[in-house]
Structure formats: C-alpha cells, structure tokens
C-alpha cells in the first residue's frame, strides 16, 4: 500500500493533473458516470496510477447528462453489436437489471475471477464478511457485478461490534429545563410521559420558560411514520419500533428465523389504541400527518415543543439545544420494551459489470480489485492525497481539508472539491476504514456513539432483516403488484386509528382480512424465502 500512495504522489508531480501519455491503443473501453463537477477520468491521477499499478490502460467515455439513455442504447437489441464497451462502471443496475442482461450473457459471471490470485483485495473482503457476499450473489448463484456501498458503523470509531449509523434512526429527545422548572422526574414510562407533556400544555411552558406568545406550547410534535423524525420510537412500549406502513421496514424476523408483518399484530392494535388518548387531550401535534421537515424543525427551534424526535439535538432544537436531553426508551403499560434495529446502507452489486466484449476479465479486475484498499477507496471516494486528505496525525489517519483550506487553496468549498475529484463505480467503504485510514465527519461520529453507549441499552433483540437481500425477477414483479395497495391501507387506516380512536373488534377484523386480499400473505411467503435464501448464500 505504501508503494502505491508512493507511486501516486510521484505521479501527481509530475503529471500536474495531466493524462498519461501513450501512443499504444487503450486495453480496454469503459463507460462510467460521472458527475457534472467532476473531471473526466482520463485526467485523474488516482486512476491514471491505478493502470499503471495493474498494467492496463483504460479509454474511458464518460456521461453525467443522459446517461441513462447511452446505457439503454448501447444494451438494447443485439447487445453485442450495440455494445462497444468492455465494462459499465457507476451506472447503478439494479439487480432485475444484473439478472436480465446476466442471463442472456451480456454481462460475464464474475464468480471465478473473484479469487485470491486475481482479486486478494476482495476476495479477503468477502471471505472476512460473508455477507457482503450473499447481498451481490444473484438468485442463480452467480456474481454480475462488484459490491459497493458505504458503511458508516460503530467499528469506525473503535468499538467492538460494527452496527450501521442507521440502525436506530430516531432519537427522542425532552426539555429538561421545562422538566426542571416543574419539578418533575424524567419519565422512565408511556404513563409518566403523558402526564409530563399534560404538564407541558397546562402550563403552556413555551410561554412561561422562553416568553412567546400564550398559547404556543406543543406538547409533543413528530413526524407520521417518518425515517428519523417519526413517532415510531415511543411504539417501543409496545414490543416494536418499525413503522407499519413501509413493508421493508415492518418487517421483523423471529429468534426461529421466521419473518413477520407488525401491520396485524395485537401489540399493534394496542398502541395505536393507546395513543389516540394523546391526539384526544391535544398533547400529540394533529399537524404531524401532514408536516415536512422544515415545519418540525421550525417548531422545534422556535421554542415550542417539549418533546420531539430527530437523529441529534442541535440541528432541530437550534438555539435551545442546551434545554434537551434524550429521553430514553419508555416501558408501555406492561412494564417492557422493544427496540428494532435496522439494516445498515445496503451493498450493491450495480456499479462495475464486465461484458462478454472483454477479452480479457482477469486483466480489467485485476486493476479494480485495486480499488478495495482503503486508502484507495478514500481517494476515489472524496480526492486526492495531498488535495483532499491534507495530513496524517500521529497515528497515520488522514484528516480531510477544510473548507477554509479549500476555499483559499482552490477557490472551493471542499464539497465541490470532492465534487470535482469523486470517481464513480465500486467503491466500498467498510466501517473500520474510518478507524485505520480516514476520519469520518464529526456529527457522524458523534451519532454512533450515542447508538452504541446509549440507545443500545435498550435493544433485547439484535436480529434484523438485511436491505441486501437479494430478488428474482418474479418475485421483485409480485412485490411491485402488492406492494402499493398494502403500504396504503396500513398507513391510511394507522392515521385513521390514531385520530379517531379505535379499533374496535369488529374493524380489525376487516381489516385484516382486507390486507389479506391486499397480499400480506403473498408478501410474506415472498420476504421469508428471500430471507432464506440469504442465509443459505451468507
């Protein structure tokens, strides 16, 4: 490695940012993507040095405008006349796409390249991380395209276990000084938050603490259903904190290894119960059905709302940060709790595929197994040593420029550095790269460890259903039938419910046998042996 960041700062001397020079014919024709800020590729020193380290050359042709339409072209009809390019990179194929242009031979199994002698870098990747593995392993076995992904875990800033930064995606968070001023307790139960946020609106704290005008105190105020400013977190007292009307995010898997909806389970009718009460006695904002973001945040860091959910304090509370803490996960009336966690950022397989033009794969993988080192990834992924990455403190870790830096250096803020500099295609960033090679971002790290030390006090359960499961072409076709009609009737009937009140027995029969007919039981045989299959790879 020490070699090859030798080689590229010798070469970024004496290239100047300039392509290499060479009268011989390109081994290879690549199409990538690439960003409208960015370079063209034959002016990147980072790969130009990549070719030179694997022996090839490369004729790259690269689009941000109209890609998608040069790629349907080059693919469509008799694709090895249409096709001139012996690779795709950065294109984003999904796995129906892998699976189509994989089956009729356009695109190459890539599974026995993907070995020790021709890919070390990968291949010890996949044999460390299994799963890596089952999530770009198609359901016919074979491999049409290299990982990529960015995984920002708890491993990246020195803890034992690697959990992604979105697998507690909310965060509630209370007004101490409201609690403070009232004398109350910090709630540990549903209970005893109800009667704080009845406290809250009595004595209209938003008037009292902060002087705004009579009247404006919101007791609590969320999102509906929302990724990390939803009300879902507080279900916990209930046996589940996934929201019920995305089908990927309802689901849960068992300790038998079974896979289930939440959509009609009874602690389900329970807590939707539960919480009309809330809405009824106007501790609950009716607005959170229809708000966005900057309605929440507004509220938020006006002073308004005692309680509220987000993925850190400051950014939604904004001058009152220092009144909130967060409150932690509430027992329901049963005196338990459950937290779901959820999957990481997904890695995917649609990034760099080989075609049946190329004559030689194992030449062309040989330089894009080069890409899986870490302070490799580094620079494709936000620029150049000695442009973006600017220093190494004393335990050799890369710090990123700042924007100061950039703006005097180049005349830029850093995100359009990394605009400029940003090579598209398969890039995976593992969690513990942020430990050996480059710093994450410090709001990043900050979050993770408050997952870690914090929210995670409060998981019984680590078990979660991977977002790299991997479809058939039927099966994705069956989702995309079902899908639609179930996620709609769960999500209108929730808001229903918990304006409204109910269920009562006979409406939660109806409506479970209305999501019947919707498919839930089609989509649950589906999730299962898409679950199964999973395992069975990893």
């Not at 409406?507 to 069975?536: F, H, P």
Request: proline letters at 4%.
């Amino acid at each position: 490695m020490k070699k090859f960041v030798a080689l590229l700062l010798a070469l970024m001397m004496v290239l100047s940012m300039a392509s290499f020079a060479s009268a011989e014919e390109p081994q290879f024709k690549v199409l990538s993507a690439r960003s409208a800020l960015s370079d063209d590729y034959q002016y990147k020193d980072v790969l130009n040095a990549l070719q030179e380290q694997a022996g090839i050359k490369i004729e790259w042709e690269t689009w941000s405008d109209s890609l998608g339409e040069v790629v349907g072209t080059r693919l469509s009809g008799n694709a090895t006349s249409n096709n001139p390019y012996d690779a795709f990179q950065g294109i984003g194929f999904s796995n129906y796409d892998l699976m189509r242009y994989g089956s009729s031979g356009t695109f190459i199994d890539l599974t026995p390249y993907i070995t020790p002698e021709i890919m070390p870098h990968l291949s010890a990747i996949l044999e460390e991380k299994p799963e890596i593995r089952a999530a770009i392993t198609m359901s016919d076995g074979k491999i049409y395209g290299l990982p990529a992904g960015e995984q920002m875990g708890t491993a990246g800033i020195g803890r034992e276990k690697d959990y992604s930064i979105f697998s507690i995606p909310q965060f509630s968070m209370i007004n101490k000084a409201w609690l403070d001023d009232l004398g109350l307790e910090m709630p540990t139960t549903l209970d005893q938050l109800h009667d704080v946020l009845a406290a809250f609106k009595e004595n209209d704290m938003a008037a009292k603490y902060y002087g705004l005008a009579a009247g404006s105190t919101i007791p609590m105020s969320t999102g509906f259903d929302q990724w990390c400013w939803g009300q879902n977190v507080f279900y916990a007292g209930f046996g589940f904190t996934n929201w019920p009307n995305d089908v990927c995010a309802d689901l849960v898997v068992g300790a038998d290894g079974k896979v289930n909806f939440l959509s009609d389970d009874d602690n389900y009718r329970a807590a939707i119960t539960y919480f009309h009460d809330w809405f009824a006695e106007g501790l609950m904002d009716l607005e959170m059905f229809s708000q966005d973001t900057n309605q929440l945040i507004a509220k938020c860091s006006g002073g308004r709302v005692g309680v509220t959910t987000w993925w850190e304090i400051p950014e939604i509370t904004g001058q009152y940060a220092k009144d909130y803490v967060y409150l932690p996960i509430l027992d329901g009336p049963d005196g338990t709790h459950n937290v779901n966690l959820r999957t990481g950022g997904a890695t995917n397989s649609g990034q760099l595929s080989i075609t049946n033009r190329c004559k030689d794969p194992a030449k062309l993988l040989s330089f894009y197994d080069l890409w899986y080192q870490g302070d490799v990834v580094m620079q494709l992924q936000y620029g150049p040593i000695g442009v973006y990455f600017t220093e190494q403190d004393e335990k050799g870790m890369w710090k990123s420029i700042t924007t100061e830096e950039a703006q005097q250096k180049f005349g830029k803020s850093a995100g359009e550095l990394k605009g400029q500099y940003e090579v598209a295609g398969p890039k995976l960033i593992l969690s513990e790269y942020y430990n050996e090679y480059f710093y994450m971002e410090d709001r990043a790290m900050e979050r993770l460890a408050d997952i870690y030390d914090f929210w995670f006090k409060y998981v019984n359960d680590f078990t979660f259903y991977p977002q790299d499961c991997v479809f058939t072409e039927d099966e994705l076709d069956d989702l995309d039938f079902y899908r639609a009609d179930f996620e709609r009737a769960v999500s209108e009937q929730e808001a229903l419910w918990l304006k409204n009140g109910g269920p009562t027995d006979a409406e939660w029969e109806t409506y479970k046998n209305y999501l019947n007919r919707c498919g839930m039981s089609e989509l649950l045989e589906i999730y299962q042996t898409v679950y199964d299959r999973y395992l069975a790879a990893k």
